[in-house]
């Protein structure tokens, strides 16, 4: 695939004279459009996706990205010390290293079960965080 200024996420920014430019590839599908977004007087446009589901995800990142966290919490009395994890949905980019400091403080304690809820709303964003394998 290769090319300067593709990658995954929002790689290219330039600047033009009435506007900015970012490149991106499309992670909705395998095919990995290469979108080219323009910024011309506060306002996004998109070409190079295949689909209308390309145009969506590059204004999401572009305007609000969002990510699915999967991280590690401690846990007490199973054969391992840590138990993965991962948010059911995605949460604001920009919350990511606050979750990852509010998930260090949890401590699990053995049964748990895949799918159990560790965290029911996670910094207030509606989303939860759920085990993501047992743990006897």
């Known amino acids: 695939r290769g090319g300067a200024g593709y990658g995954t996420g929002c790689e290219g920014r330039e600047r033009l004279m009435d506007g ?3 490149r991106l ?3 909705v599908c395998p095919k990995g459009c290469r979108l080219r977004a323009r910024q011309e007087e506060g306002r996004w446009t998109v070409e190079g996706n295949g689909c209308p589901r390309g145009e969506a995800y590059a204004l999401q990142e572009l ?3 969002t990510r699915v966290l999967t991280t590690t919490v ?3 009395g199973g054969a391992h010390p840590r138990l993965p994890v991962k948010t ?3 949460i604001p980019k920009e919350r990511l290293f606050d979750a990852m400091e509010a998930l260090r403080q949890v401590e699990l304690t053995v049964p748990v079960r895949r799918g159990d809820v ?3 709303d996670l910094l207030g964003t509606g989303i939860a965080v759920v085990a993501t394998q047992d743990a006897e």
Do not use: F, K, N
């Open 25 to 27: 590839v499309c992670i």
């Open 63 to 65: 305007t609000a990205p």
């Open 74 to 76: 401690r846990l007490t």
């Open 20 to 22: 900015l430019e970012r």
């Open 88 to 90: 059911v949905g995605a």
């Open 118 to 120: 560790v965290v029911p």
